[in-house]
């Protein structure tokens, strides 16, 4: 009788789901009249707001070009620039072209942010993990994409950079290290 039972429900449930594809296929494309379109994805705005709407801008993020000198390259991004939004585009690196090109990254691939914030014109990124693990060239090139892209941003006066909130000694291409590194620091790094 189990068996019965068993057999019987698994031939009730292939019928229930034997009408999900009484769909027809077709392999012409088939216009949707602009009223069937669901949740307001034609919408000029953001469904939900007050009219809210997204707009983008370009902002610069340093990469290693050819020569192996920090190089601006623009990337888009929502606008306002918020910080966590740029420095994702450049834990991304080179595009397919800026590699071809010779252009590279010395960011870890995987890298993940947790919080970055700009708060006095001193950003602060808090990493998950950190750039120790880099040669000291690889941790000084990261530090200054780091560094570049975050000033273009609103971090003028310097970055610190954390893991899982401790701040870090970065680091400087001439020797030594700092807590809080600024342009300055990094300008040799730059095909000037």
């Known amino acids: 009788m189990t068996r019965l039972r068993t ?3 698994m031939l009730l449930g292939a019928l229930v789901l034997s009408g999900c594809t009484l769909v027809p296929t077709s392999n012409n494309p ?3 009249r602009r009223g ?3 949740f307001g994805l034609l919408d000029r705005t953001i469904p939900g707001t007050n009219n809210g709407r997204v707009r983008f801008i370009t902002q610069p993020v340093y990469i290693i070009d050819a020569s192996g000198h920090l190089a601006p390259s623009s990337r888009i991004v929502p606008a306002p620039a918020q910080l ?3 420095l994702r585009e ?3 690196g080179p595009t397919d072209i800026e590699t ?3 252009y590279s990254s010395s960011l870890p691939k995987g890298l993940v942010i947790l919080d970055a914030t700009i708060k006095g014109e001193i950003g602060t990124i808090n990493l998950a993990r950190s750039l120790s ?3 000291r060239q690889d941790q000084i090139n990261a530090i200054g994409q780091l560094v570049y892209t975050s000033n273009d941003v609103g971090a003028s006066k310097g ?3 954390t893991v899982a909130g401790v701040a870090q000694l970065l680091p400087r291409p001439k020797g030594g290290n700092v807590k809080i590194a600024t342009e300055a620091d990094y300008q040799s790094l730059l095909n000037i």
């Open 30 to 32: 088939s216009m949707v």
């Open 7 to 9: 057999l019987t429900i």
């Open 84 to 86: 966590g939004s740029v």
């Open 159 to 161: 970055l610190i950079i």
């Open 133 to 135: 693990t880099l040669s």
């Open 100 to 102: 071809a090109a010779g």
């Open 36 to 38: 069937q379109v669901p």
């Open 90 to 92: 450049l834990i991304i």
